[in-house]
């Protein structure tokens, strides 16, 4: 359905854990998450009804996210599920890659089509730094797992952080040579806790234009990246930038978190519940979400932080 805006309404990003095996220093803080009650968290068949109501209301592409969603025990069963709602047409995950060695090929085989491997540095002390408990290697098994199993697409994120990873810009586009993959550079966002950068750390995905003069523009696919090849390259780079230049108008997107909260936007207040209702209960609350989608997020930066009150975790990037 379309929002009050003319947006077509047509992606679920879907939380299905707050927990994850990592820590990454801009996600969530170092203790971890305070585990909820299994009560207040919504359950596989909720999970599957939300889906299903999603679709009824136009929903066709659904990204499975968390926290790390391969943690989750059911985590095939709920991909196996979801991809056989009708009028799902498009299962993918957003995922650290770790589990990936183990997972790749059952959750292929659950249907889902598109991995997102988050990957920030190239540097095994950097990444157990950015992560604070993370093994580089993990990380890269687990892309190369993900290439075997035979993905239709799979995309290489790199959360740009200026200090700690702008000096890898070349080396972590590289990939795009070394593997049949697209990597994507996404300004960090201030979020409710992010307190361990300064101003400094928050810079412009123009950074990566001017280190790789030689990109070359490739158009758009309809997504909400700018899009570049290197030379020879035999994957894509994309840029997504949230503070430089927001791609609000173009959003299509309502976001489903694991305690059953559905956030119209990713930076807004808002939340509608459908924890414990039935499917005439999910839709109204899924109507009323996306009827309040508001137009943009509003000015984001180190001194505006997100006004949505979670860290990245607990709302699923
Ligand atoms: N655990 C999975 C992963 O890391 O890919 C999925 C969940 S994670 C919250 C989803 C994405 O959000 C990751 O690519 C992560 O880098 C990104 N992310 C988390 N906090 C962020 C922040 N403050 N700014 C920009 N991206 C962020
Ligand atoms: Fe975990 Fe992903 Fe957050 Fe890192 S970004 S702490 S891997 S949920």
Redesign the pocket.
């Known amino acids: 359905m379309k929002d009050t805006y003319g947006r077509e309404i047509s992606y679920l990003r879907l939380s299905v854990t707050e927990l994850?095996n990592?820590r990454?220093r801009?996600?969530m803080p170092a203790e971890g998450v305070c585990k909820k009650e299994h009560d207040e968290m919504l359950t596989e068949e909720e999970i599957v009804l939300a889906v299903e109501t999603a679709a009824e209301l136009g929903v066709t592409k659904l990204r499975i996210?968390?926290?790390?969603?391969l943690v989750k025990k059911n985590i095939v069963s709920i991909c196996e599920r979801t991809a056989a709602v009708p009028g799902i047409r498009e299962v993918c995950i957003?995922?650290?890659g770790t589990r990936l060695p183990e997972l790749a090929r059952p959750l292929r085989e659950a249907g889902v089509r598109r991995l997102?491997?988050?990957l920030?540095t190239l540097s095994e002390e950097k990444y157990r730094y950015i992560t604070r408990i993370g093994s580089l290697n993990q990380a890269i098994d687990g892309i190369e797992a993900a290439l075997d199993a035979g993905y239709d697409k799979i995309k290489l994120?790199a959360?740009l952080i200026g200090g700690f990873n702008d000096d890898e810009i070349a080396p972590l586009a590289g990939l795009t040579r070394r593997w049949p993959v697209d990597v994507r550079f996404?300004?960090?966002?201030?979020?409710y806790d992010?307190g361990d950068f300064g101003p400094e750390a928050f810079i412009p995905c123009e950074r990566v234009l001017q280190a790789l003069p030689e990109l070359e523009k490739e158009s758009p696919d309809g997504g909400v990246a700018r899009l570049y090849r290197l030379p020879g390259a035999q994957g894509r780079i994309g840029l997504i930038s949230p503070l430089s230049s927001h791609f609000c108008a173009a959003c299509n997107r309502i976001r489903l978190t694991a305690d059953g909260k559905l956030k119209p936007c990713l930076h807004g207040k808002a939340e509608f519940s459908i924890k414990g209702l039935d499917r005439d209960g999910m839709r109204e609350q899924f109507r009323t979400a996306m009827l309040s989608k508001p137009e943009w997020h509003g000015e984001l930066s180190y001194q505006n932080r997100s006004q949505a009150g979670r860290n990245?975790?607990t709302i699923?990037?």
């Open positions: 994850c990592l990454c801009y996600c996210t968390g926290g790390e969603p957003t995922t650290n997102n491997i988050s920030d994120n959360v996404i300004e960090l966002m201030p979020m992010s990245m975790n699923g990037g």
